[in-house]
Structures are given as structure tokens and as C-alpha cells.
T-cell receptor, first 115, second 110 residues
Framework: QKEVEQDPGPLSVPEGAIVSLNCTYSNSAFQYFMWYRQYSRKGPELLMYTYSSGNKEDGRFTAQVDKSSKYISLFIRDSQPSDSATYLC???????????????FGKGTKLTVNP | DAGITQSPRHKVTETGTPVTLRCHQTENHRYMYWYRQDPGHGLRLIHYSYGVKDTDKGEVSDGYSVSRSKTEDFLLTLESATSSQTSVYFCAIARGNEQYFGPGTRLTVT
């Protein structure tokens, strides 16, 4: 079993729809949870960062962590064509030598928002 | 924008040749990382650095070496490139617990 599972999609929705993106994980020690957005041929861009359980909202984006179910979600409200991208979840627990976080990534879900 | 640049942005090289990719940052961050991204595998950590001359291996380090002689530069070297190293390579820095990525280098080994 992979540490982080993410449905690759592709996911296609009409403009204005609510989008739900999800990841499941197996390591109950994960504490930090992130969502990255990656446009085609660009580097990943940090979208949301959450520590432990609960919700975090930023504009049209809401990140949700359910540690009891080992499940994280990203909701996009009023989706726009400019939201079309690949969304990567990432999580960490382990400190590398020297104190930095070591991230484990999902494989990404490709989202297309149609006008 | 985390002030990260990568060079070259694109490179085509032949099997068996050495290749060096450069990551440059302008914000004096301590932690720097090299990842590769491949279809079906996602982002995987190759090597990382936690200070000048301080580096360690990641998940997929075989065939790669790194060096960091000054804070702002982190070099990734493929000593003898193989076709399996065709990939997109991303550099990242850590700002607190958050990692920020550069624009990537697209490497093709023929």
C-alpha cells in the first residue's frame, strides 16, 4: 500500500461547480498536510497548508483534514477555468537530518474546468 | 515567488554523458531539495541539503550526486546519464514547514 493515495482523474467540471479533491494516507503520524497546484509545464505552487485536523479556508478554497479517517480534502467553490491544473496533496511527519520536513506526495489529480 | 531559478530550463543529452543542473535561490534559505517528477510516480525526493556542505539522500538518489558550496546554490549532477533519468527536475526551498518549488528543468537523455 502506498503511503499517499490520490485519484489521478482526470476530473472535468463545468464552470461554477464545487470541486472536491481527495487523498487518503496510511501513516497515522502525518501531521502537516499541503495542497499544491501545478499548471502545465510549471513548478508546483503551494495552495494550502494545514497542521493536524480541522478545516482551513482561503477565498474559494477549503482544506479539510480528518485524521481519524486518514483522509484529506480540498474543496474549490465557484470553480473557474483558471483553476484547471493538476492538484497534488503532500504530507509530512518526519524530520530529515538537520530538522527539515520530508514531504510525501500524492500523484496528483488533473482538473479541467470548462467554460 | 520564492526567488528560485533553475538552469538550464531544457536540456537534451546523450546516454553516458555527465550533466549538472543548477538551482539558485536569493533568500538565504537553509534547506534546499531536488525532486524528479515522472508520470505515474509523482514527485520524488532525490537529495536535499540542510546547509553548506551538508547533504543527504532522498528516496531515489542512485545515479545522482549533489553539492552545495554556498548557501544560494545547490547543484545536482548525473555522473553518467541514462535514459531512465529522463524527467522533469524541480528544486525546492523550505520556508518554515512549507516548501516552495522552482520552475523546473526538463531533461531528455537519448
Amino acid at each position: 500500500q502506498k503511503e499517499v493515495e490520490q485519484d489521478p482523474g482526470p476530473l472535468s467540471v463545468p464552470e461554477g461547480a464545487i470541486v472536491s479533491l481527495n487523498c487518503t494516507y496510511s501513516n497515522s503520524a502525518f501531521q502537516y498536510f499541503m495542497w499544491y497546484r501545478q499548471y502545465s509545464r510549471k513548478g508546483p505552487e503551494l495552495l494550502m497548508y494545514t497542521y493536524s485536523s480541522g478545516n482551513k479556508e482561503d477565498g474559494r478554497f477549503t482544506a479539510q483534514v480528518d485524521k481519524s479517517s486518514k483522509y484529506i480534502s480540498l474543496f474549490i467553490r465557484d470553480s473557474q477555468p483558471s483553476d484547471s491544473a493538476t492538484y497534488l496533496c503532500a504530507m509530512s511527519v518526519e524530520k530529515t537530518q538537520g530538522g527539515s520536513e520530508k514531504l510525501v506526495f500524492g500523484k496528483g489529480t488533473k482538473l479541467t474546468v470548462n467554460p | 515567488d520564492a526567488g528560485i531559478t533553475q538552469s538550464p530550463r531544457h536540456k537534451v543529452t546523450e546516454t553516458g554523458t555527465p550533466v549538472t543542473l543548477r538551482c539558485h535561490q536569493t533568500e538565504n534559505h537553509r534547506y534546499m531539495y531536488w525532486y524528479r517528477q515522472d508520470p505515474g510516480h509523482g514527485l520524488r525526493l532525490i537529495h536535499y541539503s540542510y546547509g553548506v556542505k551538508d547533504t543527504d539522500k532522498g528516496e531515489v538518489s542512485d545515479g545522482y550526486s549533489v553539492s552545495r558550496s554556498k548557501t544560494e546554490d545547490f547543484l545536482l549532477t548525473l555522473e553518467s546519464a541514462t535514459s531512465s533519468q529522463t524527467s522533469v527536475y524541480f528544486c525546492a526551498i523550505a520556508r518554515g514547514n512549507e516548501q516552495y518549488f522552482g520552475p523546473g528543468t526538463r531533461l531528455t537523455v537519448t
